[in-house]
């Protein structure tokens, strides 16, 4: 096959909600235990499992041309490749994961400057060292194989850079952020040559497009019904849509059809005050995709 895509499922924990999107965005892609190459409804794609962390290694060196992998592990591996888009899934976190600086309450140290000389214990070793020598910050930074938060508890490490979202672990372990480092979220990337392929960057960019899709359309739903033409304005008043409601007379009668798009947690408010305006009919629907 002259035109065949490459593409890198992540393996592990967005493995799932990412394998649920691709087939809300229109792929079937079917998952294997015994296998790290996953099946998919498209003779134009070929997909691979492989690790977040080490999807931007594959990624550079052209071995897939396209896969999903977190920024932060991006910037750890130093990869020079095309960013296409982001992709915060809902279905993992609609929070972009921190990558950040952290002491013991009782630590001296107020800010990054202070750790000069000091042990720093991470998984993100390339981005923190870099992150400090561009501060010219000398700093020992160690890779920790887990664990981390315990090391500097034990007094092990002087700091520790961690993952985190809301923070709320760390302040638990009796622990202190001191700054936010970077943040991340999941990413579409790209080989450069394979960017540079008309066929491949078209279809990266449709593939890019309907993910993106699928996402805007989680938690939404589509709402539609029969209402007096009298009461038109009062009802768009109430009805929150992306844009504006689609209106459409219908037959020989003094009625409208009026659809409009909004949020599920929504609708069991709107409903009772829809009725109460002479609303008649009223359907709600699931959405796959908006664009």
């Known amino acids: ?48 499992l492989i690790r977040t962390q080490e999807m931007s290694k594959y990624v550079e060196r052209g071995t897939i041309d396209v896969g999903i992998a977190g920024r932060d592990w991006v910037m750890e591996n130093d990869s020079d ?20 600086l952290v002491v013991t309450q009782d630590s001296p140290i107020k800010s990054s400057s202070d750790l000069c000389g000091k042990t720093i214990s991470t998984e993100l070793v390339g ?9 010219n910050i000398p700093v020992n930074v160690e890779f920790s194989w ?29 622990l202190r952020i001191v700054e936010t480092l970077m943040t991340s979220t999941p990413i579409i990337i790209a080989n450069k040559e394979s960017w540079n392929n008309p066929w491949k960057r078209a279809k990266i960019e ?20 029969n209402a007096p033409k009298g009461r038109i304005d009062e009802i768009i008043k109430v009805l929150p849509s992306l844009n504006f409601p689609t209106v459409s007379s219908l037959y020989n009668t003094e009625w409208v059809s ?34």
């Open 1 to 48: 096959m002259t035109n065949l895509l490459k593409f890198g499922i992540p393996k592990g924990s967005l493995e799932n909600a990412t394998i649920e999107l691709f087939r809300k965005a229109g792929w079937n892609i079917t998952l294997s235990s015994r296998s790290y190459f996953p099946s998919v409804d498209d003779e134009d794609m070929k997909c691979n």
């Open 127 to 135: 981005f923190t060292k870099r992150f400090f020598a561009e501060r």
């Open 81 to 100: 490749v095309v960013e296409v888009s982001d992709l915060l899934y809902s279905k993992v976190s609609r929070r972009p994961a921190k990558w950040v």
């Open 206 to 225: 449709q593939i890019s497009t309907l993910l993106q899709s699928a996402l805007k359309a989680e938690n939404m739903v589509g709402i539609k019904m």
């Open 146 to 174: 887990g664990a981390t938060e315990a090391k500097v508890v034990e007094g092990l490490c002087d700091a520790i850079v961690e993952v985190t979202e809301t923070g709320s672990t760390i302040r638990a372990n009796g």
């Open 258 to 291: 009026i659809e409009s798009v909004l949020n599920e947690k929504e609708v069991r408010n709107i409903i009772p005050e829809l009725i109460k305006l002479g609303a008649e009919g009223i359907i709600e629907y699931p959405l796959n995709k908006i664009i």
